[in-house]
């Protein structure tokens, strides 16, 4: 092993770390009860990977504007999320003839969440509130609890891009508070 491949394995351990780190974190911001509760979305399967996914996208999305350092965490980051549904599908006793087309409709619609957002990121409006009722809620009009999901959504993508790149490649990061008038003590900024 060369010294440039040394360098590159030691990289890729603390770009573990961190996206372990960043997973772990948006794992147990997507768990609050709050968002089953009091932002309604479901509390099934398939509402948790909702919302995992859409920590991770955020996540994601902010580290890919941190230059080829944030873009390759982004692809770590994204590895750990598929590699941990990987895990839980075969926890939750899926056969492994079946595990591969289960984890692919997995990622393509990760992959189609993203664009949804993005777009309705991009477009303003009444667009994110739209796609979260459609993706999040499994509704076709826009419900109270997409339209503060969203109003969520962008106070975190807001906190993300304000976050220091130091601290988001370093594994660090805190979430917005669930409600805009939530009191200190629900996240700290990251170090």
Do not use: W
Request: glycine share 10%; hydrophobic share 45%; aromatic share 6%.
């Amino acid at each position: 092993m060369g010294l440039l491949d040394f360098l590159s394995a030691k990289d890729r351990g603390g770009r573990q770390r961190a996206a372990g780190a960043l997973y772990g974190a948006a794992v147990a911001q997507a768990r609050q009860p709050a968002f089953y509760t009091a932002l309604g979305a479901p509390d099934t399967l398939e509402g948790r990977f909702e919302l995992i996914a859409l920590h991770v996208h955020l996540l994601c999305r902010r580290l890919g504007k941190s230059g080829a350092d944030g873009t390759a965490l982004a692809q770590a980051l994204f590895d750990t999320m598929f590699r941990d549904m990987d895990r839980n599908l075969r926890e939750l006793g899926v056969g492994d003839p079946s595990l591969p087309r289960r984890v692919k409709a997995m990622i393509q619609a990760y992959y189609g969440r993203i664009k949804a957002y993005d777009a309705a990121l991009a477009a303003g409006g009444g667009a994110l509130e739209k796609a979260i009722a459609r993706n999040v809620h499994n509704a076709d009009a826009v419900t109270p609890g997409a339209e503060a999901l969203a109003g969520y959504v962008r106070r975190t993508a807001e906190l993300l891009e304000a976050a220091p790149a130091e601290a988001l490649l370093a594994g660090r990061v805190a979430f917005a508070p669930l409600a805009p008038a939530a009191t200190s003590g629900e996240t700290a900024p990251p170090r």
